[in-house]
C-alpha cells in the first residue's frame, strides 16, 4: 500500500534547502559585475533542474550567456570560451558522483567562479568548488537543488539585469514544499485510479515543452525506468511532429504534461493531436493545481515541480501494483560501471 502524504515531513526535508536558498541569492547578487557566463553541469536530475535555469535565462537576461553540459562532455569538450568571467554551477545529490567530481576537479584551478549544490560539507564535490550549497541529508533533493540554484540564478538577473520578480520568487520558492505536499495530497485519488488502469503498460510516452521537459525526463526516465523497469520515453513537444508522433495509435498511452510558460502552445498541438487518435491518455495542466502561496508571475517557473509532484504520486501508486518499491535498481551503486 503507497503511503499517504506526509506534508509535516516533506516540508522538514526542505527547510535547510529554503534557508540556504537566501545564501545562494546573496552570492548571486555579489556576481553580477564580476560574471558574463554560466556553465550548467550536471548528470541525469541535476541536468534537468539546469534546463529549466538555461530557460529561464535565455528568456529574462540580455546580458547572459548560459550553456548547459553533462558532466563528461563538458571536460573532453573543454569549451573555448572559458575565462575569468565564467560562472560553473555544478550539482550532484549524492556529492560523489564520479563525473561531476572530475568535471570540478577540471575547473579547480582555472580562473573562474565555481560554485556547486550537494548534501553535505564532506562530500567530494563540496571540498571541490569556492561556494558550496548544502542541502543537509535529505529526500527532497531533487527539488532542494531546483530552490537553491533557481534563488542564485534569481539573485544574479536581479543585480546583473534588474530582473524584477526576485522578491517574488523567493517567497514563492519559500512556498513551495507546502505548494508540492498539497499538490501530491489532491492528486492521489486520481493516481491510484491511473495507476490501476496503466499497471499492465511497460511501454509508457512522457511530451512536455520548454522547462516542463524537466519532469518528463525526471519521472520517465529517473523514476519509471530507473526504478520501474519501464519503456519509459520522454519526448520534446517540439520535436514530436518530426517521428515520434508516427507512434501513436488506439493503444499508445502517453503523459501529456503542460505547463505556464511561452512553449505551452507547443503542448496543446500535441494534446489536440493525440486526443484524435487515443484515449489512453494521461494530461496533467499546471493550471489545474492551486499553487498556494506561488505568486502568478512565478507560477510557470516553478510549474514542473508542481506537476511533477502530482505525478510522483502516480509513480508511488504504480510501484504497489508491480510489487517493487521506487527504491529497486539493478545496477546502479551494485555493480562496476
Not at 540556504?20 to 552570492?27: F, I, K, N, P, S
Amino acid at each position: 500500500m503507497a503511503a499517504d502524504v506526509d506534508k509535516q515531513a516533506i516540508v522538514a526535508a526542505l527547510a535547510e534547502s529554503a534557508r540556504v536558498m537566501t545564501e545562494a541569492a546573496a552570492l548571486g547578487r555579489s556576481l553580477a559585475g564580476r560574471v558574463d557566463r554560466i556553465y550548467l553541469v550536471g548528470c541525469g536530475a541535476p541536468n534537468r533542474i539546469m534546463l529549466g535555469l538555461e530557460y529561464w535565462l535565455q528568456h529574462h537576461s540580455p546580458s547572459l550567456e548560459v550553456r548547459r553540459y553533462f558532466p563528461a562532455e563538458f571536460v573532453t569538450q573543454n569549451p573555448a570560451r572559458f575565462d575569468e568571467r565564467t560562472l560553473v554551477l555544478l550539482g550532484s545529490k549524492s556529492g560523489t558522483t564520479p563525473e561531476t567530481v572530475a568535471a570540478a576537479e577540471f575547473v579547480k584551478d582555472r580562473p573562474c567562479v565555481t560554485a556547486a549544490v550537494t548534501q553535505t560539507a564532506d562530500l567530494a564535490l563540496a571540498k571541490t568548488v569556492q561556494h558550496a550549497f548544502l542541502m543537509g541529508q535529505t529526500e527532497q533533493a531533487h527539488t532542494g537543488m531546483f530552490m537553491i540554484m533557481q534563488a542564485l540564478v534569481g539573485g544574479l538577473m536581479a543585480a546583473k539585469d534588474k530582473w524584477p520578480l526576485q522578491d517574488r520568487l523567493m517567497s514563492s520558492l519559500a512556498a513551495l514544499p507546502a505548494a508540492m505536499a498539497d499538490t501530491q495530497a489532491a492528486n492521489d485519488k486520481r493516481a491510484a485510479e491511473e495507476a490501476r488502469l496503466y499497471k499492465d503498460d511497460r511501454i509508457l510516452y512522457h511530451v512536455a515543452s520548454g522547462p516542463m521537459f524537466n519532469t518528463a525526463y525526471v519521472i520517465g526516465v529517473c523514476v519509471l525506468m530507473e526504478m520501474q523497469w519501464m519503456h519509459s520515453v520522454p519526448l520534446e513537444a517540439a520535436e514530436f511532429f518530426h517521428g515520434p508522433f508516427e507512434i501513436v495509435d488506439q493503444n499508445t498511452p502517453l503523459v501529456l504534461m503542460l505547463g505556464e510558460d511561452p512553449s505551452r502552445p507547443l503542448m496543446e498541438r500535441v494534446v489536440r493531436f493525440c486526443k484524435k487518435y487515443t484515449e489512453r491518455l494521461m494530461i496533467y495542466d499546471s493550471r489545474d493545481f492551486a499553487m498556494t502561496g506561488i505568486d502568478p508571475a512565478i507560477r510557470p517557473i516553478v510549474a514542473p515541480y508542481i506537476v511533477e509532484a502530482a505525478l510522483y504520486r502516480f509513480a508511488l501508486r504504480l510501484s504497489v501494483w508491480h510489487n517493487q518499491p521506487l527504491s529497486t535498481r539493478r545496477y546502479m551503486w551494485k555493480t562496476d560501471y
